[in-house]
């Protein structure tokens, strides 16, 4: 079979996923995509003011140019997801007080939690990006429930304060993709990486 010289670079290409998140590497092995990582370490308190969806996937789409210029002939990916109380955005927890108290504004809510994915090869001139929304329904936290969390370490890293994950996530109901709660919402990142010539193992 004859391969064309833009389908053979296309084939040659790397995936990169531009996040240091365990949950994020795990949601693509597990989809059985190879892939490198390299973090894009931006300031993500750097940013306009922006409603929680637009910020989402303005910050995925930061993070994905800063690793896409470092590596122009690779398939960059980048994800960025927010927690939303209304218009107000609960990011990830500074310190256990800051998880305490974000946990507190949570509990007995429906929020949401929004993904904004981003894709990007420089050399293919191919720039893509989404956001997928979810709902969550927490359950009425009591402060010992927040304090023993907070005490695990569990809320380290995370959106929110909680992964839907977790052995006790309080979640008692939910819509959308649960994958996007995790962190990357895979159906439309397979259709993203996709559309990049970027597919899983058989």
Request: hydrophobic share 40%.
């Amino acid at each position: 079979m004859t391969v064309s010289p833009t389908e053979r670079s296309s084939a040659s290409r790397r995936l990169i996923l531009a996040s240091a998140s365990p949950r994020r590497r795990q949601l693509l092995e597990d989809a059985k995509f190879d892939f490198v990582i390299e973090p894009a370490d931006i300031n993500e308190e750097n940013h306009p003011p922006l409603a929680p969806g637009d910020l989402a996937q303005w910050l995925a789409v930061a993070k994905c140019a800063v690793i896409a210029d470092r590596f122009p002939s690779d398939v960059v990916l980048a994800a960025d997801t927010v927690v939303a109380l209304g218009s107000q955005i609960l990011g990830k927890p500074t310190d256990a007080a800051h998880a305490r108290e974000t946990l507190g504004q949570l509990s007995d809510t429906i929020h949401e939690v929004i993904t904004g994915v981003a894709v990007a090869c420089r050399t293919a001139s191919l720039k893509l990006d989404a956001r997928v929304h979810s709902t969550v329904q927490m359950r009425r936290l009591s402060s010992s429930e927040i304090d023993d969390y907070v005490a695990s370490g569990q809320w380290k890293g995370k959106a929110g304060g909680y992964g839907i994950q977790d052995s006790d996530p309080f979640v008692t109901r939910m819509s959308g993709d649960l994958t996007n709660i995790v962190g990357l919402p895979m159906q439309k990142t397979i259709e993203l990486l996709a559309a990049a010539g970027i597919r899983p193992r058989e």
